[in-house]
């Protein structure tokens, strides 16, 4: 941008040197022209072109009372005066715009120092930024090469925990279908010996009262021998009693 800001300036510039130097060579044409007019006057004519002193002077530039090749000069130097004003004031316009334009030469060298100071700047956080993305970058791959690592170490170690799984799950199936089993087993025993319980106290209440009518029979033939027995003591007693009043 501030490339092509110069390159305007510059042609701006040579356009306006260019300019200026046709004016100048414009005018030294129109000063040759008038010199060879002048030239071919008399000499006292050459001193008439002085600046104006004295009122014949003044009069000599009068258009009145004048012939052809007199009136021509004075209209040549009129014309020729109004060119130098004219070029005088051109020249001092230019001599503005040059003044102007070295100003915004100067100020564009200025603005372009500081942007170029600012490139290398930028291209200094351009090249930090290159060299940290390079970093990122690779820590990134090794990231990845890392990480696909641990996959692979991730899914070997899931298929050998699913293997151990499926056979422990297939060794907890089988003991759970044994254990079923023997509770089955356990529950018809216990079912068994139940019964075989209930068999046993229903033999024993009948032992039981077995017992106790024979212990109740017992009691009943021991009473039955008691009294027996006493009866038949008592006869005996009763008998050697009366035995031994006899003799």
């Known amino acids: 941008m501030a490339s092509e800001m110069d390159k305007k300036g510059i042609g701006w510039f040579k356009g306006v040197l260019s300019y200026q130097n046709q004016a100048e060579k414009?005018?030294?044409?129109?000063?040759?022209?008038?010199?060879?007019?002048?030239?071919?006057?008399?000499?006292?004519?050459?001193?008439?072109?002085?600046?104006?002193?004295?009122?014949?002077?003044?009069?000599?530039f009068s258009k009145d009372d004048q012939d052809k090749i007199a009136l021509d000069v004075i209209v040549s130097l009129e014309n020729m005066l109004k060119d130098r004003q004219?070029?005088?004031?051109?020249?001092?316009?230019?001599?503005?715009?040059?003044?102007?334009?070295?100003?915004?030469?100067?100020?564009?060298?200025?603005?372009?120092?500081?942007?170029?100071?600012?490139?290398?700047?930028?291209?200094?956080?351009?090249?930090?930024?290159?060299?940290?993305?390079?970093?990122?970058?690779?820590?990134?791959?090794?990231?990845?090469?890392?990480?696909?690592?641990?996959?692979?170490?991730?899914?070997?170690?899931?298929?050998?925990?699913?293997?151990?799984?499926?056979?422990?799950?297939?060794?907890?199936?089988?003991?759970?279908?044994e254990s079923t089993n023997a509770q089955y087993q356990s529950m018809l025993?216990?079912?068994?010996?139940?019964?075989?319980i209930r068999n046993l106290e229903i033999e024993n209440q009948k032992y039981a009262e077995q017992y106790r009518k024979l212990v109740d029979d017992k009691a009943q033939l021991m009473q039955t021998i008691n009294d027996f027995t006493e009866k038949m003591s008592f006869s005996f007693t009763t008998k050697a009693t009366t035995s031994n009043q006899s003799e």
């Open 26 to 60: 414009n005018s030294a044409e129109q000063k040759e022209i008038v010199t060879e007019v002048i030239v071919d006057e008399p000499a006292n004519t050459m001193n008439e072109y002085e600046p104006p002193v004295t009122n014949s002077n003044k009069n000599l």
């Open 86 to 177: 004219l070029q005088s004031y051109k020249y001092k316009g230019l001599e503005d715009q040059l003044f102007t334009a070295n100003e915004t030469i100067n100020r564009y060298k200025h603005d372009q120092i500081k942007k170029d100071q600012l490139i290398q700047e930028k291209n200094k956080e351009i090249r930090e930024l290159e060299n940290n993305l390079t970093n990122k970058q690779m820590r990134y791959d090794q990231l990845l090469e890392d990480y696909k690592e641990y996959q692979l170490t991730s899914n070997l170690e899931f298929e050998k925990i699913s293997n151990q799984l499926e056979t422990e799950t297939a060794k907890y199936n089988k003991l759970t279908e």
């Open 189 to 196: 025993k216990i079912n068994e010996l139940e019964d075989k």
